[in-house]
């Protein structure tokens, strides 16, 4: 680097982010354009201990943290005082437990995609409490959720582990308030400050917080066997008192503050600047998830969507988002790869566009059943309407229009719970560098789509969070400007798919229901 260049970039001032994602964590450094000045990303290993069972290492994930922050600097010749402040994303829901003396966890993460407590989740269903819990926390009773998690990890954490000799005393230390619960972005946060918070979106997907009331709820404690002790303090999104700062004699060498924290899909919410009632935003990553602004109004969804708490500032009041949650999209592409049917990711553009129509066929890739808005857990993969005809094109080109399909679902849910109309949706996430994906979408929903400049909207959403909270930022009005168009979808009208979306419904019906008894998981 030429030395003038090297000197205005050790006077200049960014904002870190960490995404704690599912398959990897990376750190991402913005500057004040909401443009990437630098980046490093690391996987961690995917544990499945049986079927429909995953986990994390806990300690994996902190380790990978701390190289990829210190990789990302030292690749661009960056100082850890250069950055003003840290946010975090994360994948949410996932859950750890841990010791408050030695930060040891006491179990493995239990991955948002983990199922080992549907059983309970039947058993809470049974008892006629689905409406109970919506009504408090605006979730659908499923074991993709923290609480059951939970309680699971407190009733079969190994004691060994704990240094005790009784499955009861992991219970016991939880009651006298030794050890400590929370997402990733409570685990990172800990990790990087010695406190113990989480903020309001992700205790919104825990099922034991009131997203109304704005408090862990006793009730849903009670019936989760969670004891309070070891919950974290919420705060805000983006938080002016900050969350803490790291030490100046830890791993970074610098005191940094950390002063802002989203769940993955609300920091997209916010990158997107989706400030507004009726903004949404759709992410297109191993599953989708489309969220909606609606203001500060926790509108409740009568079409099996999530009601959500999108973010909040501090001083400000909480904004809330309508949330549709679909588990299997861009992993439906990893599974063509996988059965040989494609070579990469990018190859179902070219055979998608290689015929003019699926010829009939639908796949419905509902792998590890369906979210939003059918919340079907024994639902599974279905492909309907081959013929002997049928060429990997169709099934390509089925699975493509599946993602798209499976959208629709929710954006007419979505549509009909807030009585808003879409007027355009701004699309996220790896699979939206497919063109063909993004115009059969705008066809699809009837809605134009907007594809951004900075993809990055996760972590852009995080470091928006932090950012606004130390100064670095000091209008969401800033952050608007930063937001730049790539590329528009607009509808083309005379694209026919009525028809077509009857018969997705129809394949939708015949994937449902599916993995009962012996035939199941
Ligand atoms: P996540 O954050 O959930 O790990 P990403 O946002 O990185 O996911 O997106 C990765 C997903 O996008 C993968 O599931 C992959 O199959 C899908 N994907 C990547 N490129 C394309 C493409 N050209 N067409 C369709 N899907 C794609």
Known sequence: MPSTQREKTMTETYVGAIDQGTTGTRFMVFDHSGGVVASAYKKHEQIYPEPGWVEHDPVEIWENTKDVIQLALQEEGLDATQLEGIGITNQRETTIVWDKETGEPVHNALVWQDRRTTDRVEEIQEEDKVEWIREKTGLECDAYFSATKAEWILDNADPIKLQRSRPEDVRDRAEDGELMMGTPDTWVIYNLTGNHITDVSNASRTMLYDIEGLHWDDELLDEFNVPREILPEVRPSSDDETYGSTDADGFLGAEVP???????????????????????????????????????????????????????????????????????????????????????????????????????????????????PHWDQRARGTIVGMTRGTRREHIVRATLESIAYQTKDVAEAMVSDADIDLSSLRVDGGAVKNNFLCQLQSNIIGTEIVRPVVDETTALGAAYAAGLAVGYWDTVDELRDNWQVDRRFPVDEDADIEVNYDRWKDAVERSEDWARDEGGD
């Open 258 to 372: 950390v002063a802002g924290a989203l769940g993955d899909q609300q920091a997209a919410l916010f990158g997107q600047t989706c400030f507004d009632a009726g903004d949404a935003k759709n992410t297109y990553g191993t599953g989708s998830f489309m969220l909606m602004n609606t203001g500060n109004e926790a509108v409740s969804s009568d079409h099996g969507l999530l009601t959500t708490i999108g973010f909040q500032k501090s001083g400000g009041d909480v904004q809330y988002a309508l949330e549709g949650s679909i588990f299997i999209t861009g992993a439906a592409i990893e599974w063509l790869e996988d059965m040989t049917l494609i070579e990469d990711a990018a190859e179902s553009e070219e055979l998608a566009r290689s015929i003019d129509s699926t010829d009939g066929v639908y796949v419905v890739p509902a792998f590890t059943g369906l979210g939003a």
